[in-house]
Nanobody
Framework: QVQLVESGGGLVQAGGSLRLSCTPS????????MGWFRRAPGKQRELVAR???????DYADSVKGRFTISRDNAKNTIYLRMNNLKPEDTAIYYC?????????WGQGTQVTVSS
């Protein structure tokens, strides 16, 4: 079992920035892929950004150019830098890590963007 601890959510005005962090109880460096998902009220969970072990990245069209996913193996942490936030970015954000032995999720962190 892998535990993921997320932090960095909060309330911000439109146009503002936040950085989410996710620290797993296992090595980030041994994960096949790491990602951030979100679930907005009344909507299904969707992929926001993903980074693979080969550093390949993938973003939802709605966040391209505004969000950046990264990882710091030395700190064993994954980040999601969110700039120019919009009210439609309001959601619970979940960290996900995929190892060869399974998929693991964080508890979620709330991001609220006011207009």
């Amino acid at each position: 079992q892998v535990q993921l601890v997320e932090s960095g959510g909060g309330l911000v005005q439109a146009g503002g920035s936040l950085r989410l962090s996710c620290t797993p109880s296992r090595s980030v460096g041994s994960a096949d892929a790491m990602g951030w998902f979100r679930r907005a009220p009344g909507k299904q969970r969707e992929l926001v950004a993903r980074i693979t072990s080969s550093e390949s990245t993938d973003y939802a069209d709605s966040v391209k150019g505004r969000f950046t996913i990264s990882r710091d193996n030395a700190k064993n942490t994954i980040y999601l830098r969110m700039n120019n936030l919009k009210p439609e970015d309001t959601a619970i954000y979940y960290c996900n890590l995929r190892y060869f032995y399974g998929d693991f999720w964080g508890q979620g962190t709330q991001v609220t963007v006011s207009s």
